[in-house]
């Protein structure tokens, strides 16, 4: 491990000195655990602060035409045996991505243990893992659950799950795995502390399922296993289908390297990001990214030709992505509230974005990627995300959409 001497000159190099402010304070089990995250630290992300602006940048911008519901309709019972047959042979895995730390919805438990009931407990995880449910009784087969959690939130989610039985899943087909962490850092590109011991931290955002499934061995597990497709999905969309067979066979069928669930826009400035070729790749451009002429195109039916929200349901095809572990991902600076400690050391806990986080996102792993099928969804039936409490995609707004779709809350 780094010596103080050591990690002393890797923070003068990157300019973040005031880290060891109370070294002298600390006590030798503290001293060694900042030295040591010292040391884990990657600094080099700061940089970007910097350069903020000359992030964005996208390439040539085309439509990609999804495959819509008339279509999948008139296909739905090929899709679906496809897609059965892939689940039956165990082909198929889910990968839940709840490393988030949900700061919108303004609650310290992972996400996941919301209880959004109002008569009875319902729990979003509980939610999410009965759709799944609904998938393996047909099938009548268990299919693995990956769930990937972070430094913040990983025990406290495993001891939820664990109190309440996983909601009736088989433990055996769950597999729980960490992702990494970036450090967090205020407007001028000085990292917070969250403690005099501790540099504030938070989860590298859901582009890193991937590589961390890797880095900590349960990509391996996935390829003994003979898993050739991951179903990665939201924490936040309790009306999701996971592991939806006919989903799971129109991107078969189409031998796409991913397929992406998407949904009609409600309006033409609608905060989704759309799916589109870039530079002749799959990509997404985001709400803000959207131009009025693009926001204005239209495709050969006269329909806008950016139509298409994805909904962070994704369908992977594992080998392809193996190529990606080579190729960095863009960074993503996302201004966010960061818990820290004050002059004082005082833990404050900002109501308003104090900073920036560093974020890879899966939407990048997608441009990476050859092909990709764009699958519509019927938006009032598979979408109800929950971000805020009140408002737009909120526990409100996803309580009615439940209703609507005859749950009992
Ligand atoms: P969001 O983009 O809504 O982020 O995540 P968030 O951090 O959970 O919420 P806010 O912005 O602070 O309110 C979309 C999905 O990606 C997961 C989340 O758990 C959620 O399922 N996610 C996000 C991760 O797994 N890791 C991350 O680092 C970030």
Request: net charge negative; glycine share 6%.
């Amino acid at each position: 491990m780094m010596n103080f001497e050591e990690a002393k000159s890797k923070l003068e190099k990157y300019d973040q000195l005031h880290v060891l402010k109370y070294y002298d304070e600390l006590t030798d089990g503290e001293k060694e655990g900042l030295l040591q995250q010292i040391e884990e630290t990657d600094f080099e992300v700061l940089k970007f602060c910097a350069k903020k602006d000359e992030l964005a940048g996208k390439g040539k911008i085309e439509p990609l035409a999804a495959m819509q519901l008339d279509t999948i309709e008139q296909n739905r019972e090929k899709f679906e045996k496809i897609g059965m047959e892939a689940i039956k042979a165990g082909k198929i895995g889910a990968v839940l991505l709840a490393g988030g730390m949900g700061t919108r919805l303004g609650s310290d438990d992972p996400k996941g243990m919301y209880n959004i009931g109002l008569t009875k407990d319902v729990y979003i995880f509980q939610r999410l893992i009965e759709n799944l449910m609904d998938v393996v009784k047909r099938a009548d087969a268990w299919i693995p659950l990956f769930i990937m959690t972070s430094d913040k939130n990983n025990d406290a989610t495993i001891s939820f799950l664990n109190e309440h039985e996983f909601f009736g899943y088989n433990a055996d087909y769950v597999t729980f795995f960490k992702q990494e962490m970036a450090p967090a850092a205020d407007y001028n590109g000085k990292v917070y502390m969250e403690a005099k011991n501790k540099i504030s931290t938070s989860p590298n955002g859901n582009g890193g399922w991937f590589s961390s499934m890797n880095n900590c061995g349960v990509l391996k597990q996935v390829r003994e296993s003979g898993i050739e497709w991951l179903n990665v999905f939201s924490v936040d969309n309790v009306l999701q289908r996971i592991a939806d067979p006919c989903f799971i066979g129109a991107t078969i069928d189409a031998d796409c390297a991913v397929s992406s669930k998407v949904v009609r826009k409600n309006a033409p400035d609608e905060k989704v990001g759309v799916m589109c070729l870039e530079d002749g790749k799959p990509s997404i451009v985001e709400y803000y990214e959207l131009t009025e002429e693009l926001m204005n195109a239209k495709d050969e039916k006269g329909e806008p030709a950016y139509n298409y929200g994805v909904i962070l349901n994704y369908l992977f095809r594992e080998k392809d992505l193996e190529e990606l572990l080579a190729k960095e991902l863009p960074l993503h600076i996302v201004e966010k509230k960061i818990a820290y400690i004050d002059e004082n050391a005082n833990l404050i806990k900002p109501e308003e974005p104090n900073g920036y986080k560093f974020e890879n996102l899966v939407l990048d792993m997608i441009h990476k990627l050859d092909s990709c099928l764009p699958f519509e969804v019927v938006r009032n039936k598979e979408f109800a995300p929950i971000k805020n409490k009140t408002g737009v995609d909120s526990v409100e707004s996803a309580r009615e959409l439940l209703k609507e779709n005859g749950f009992t809350l």
